[in-house]
């Protein structure tokens, strides 16, 4: 059974938004773990824009269930991580422009770079994962260069059209697959919602989803513990 990822960034946006205390992630993340959280995912990005290293820290000595630190492969970064010792880290893209990550890691170009931050991680003990595209390329790219695991970008499944879904639905499928007979952990994330979570949930072998700007926007007027067990109620029904 895939388990639920919380990603707790976009609270941390909205604390960022006045530049004060409130609302804190670091309590996010407790809401999401009572609320039935399997995994609590936090971005610390080289600008900072919403989790600090504030945060950072004091996640890692709360948060009971897995913890993972979506990175870039900048050298600041990977040294906070080699610290931090999250359970899990996933490395992702990272563009200073961007609202939020627009696609996966293109592992295959930056193959000696993941190759090299991926043994460095995983001889901490850290599980090592990459976002990347729903693309065969990308998904054995990753397991060359050391990861573990590889989150699927399910951005193109979610802004799919009607007409486009059918596509998408194969393509996520046939990633999955492809992720799973290269002996990879296969998680999937991006842009997943209470509406859309179902078809891409009910596919065998997925690990975990991680989900942050829906679950966040339901919070608003539920609750994070709501937001996050109703999330978990979808997955599981789903799943069945």
Known sequence: MAGLGV?????????????????????AAVEAELGGADCITFHLRTDRRHIND??????RQTVRCKLN????????????ALQLHPDQATLVPENRQEITTEGGLDV???????????????SVGVVVSAFVDPAAEQVLAARDA?????????GRYSNA????????????RRSLQTGLDAGLIVHGGHGLTYGNIAPIA???????FNIGHSIVSRAVFVGMRQAVAEMKRLLDKAIR
């Open 7 to 27: 990603n707790i960034d976009h609270v941390a946006t909205i604390r960022q938004a006045r530049r004060t205390v409130e609302p804190d992630p670091v309590w």
């Open 202 to 208: 009910a596919m065998r072998g997925f690990t975990e």
């Open 54 to 59: 504030r945060d950072a820290r004091l996640l």
């Open 108 to 122: 295959r170009a930056a193959s000696s770079r993941v190759a090299e931050v991926a043994e460095a991680l995983r």
């Open 69 to 80: 630190m979506e990175m870039s492969m900048e050298e600041e970064i990977v040294e906070i």
């Open 161 to 172: 059209t009607p007409a486009e879904l059918p596509e998408r639905v194969e393509e996520m």
């Open 146 to 154: 050391g990861c573990q695991a590889v989150e699927l970008h399910t």
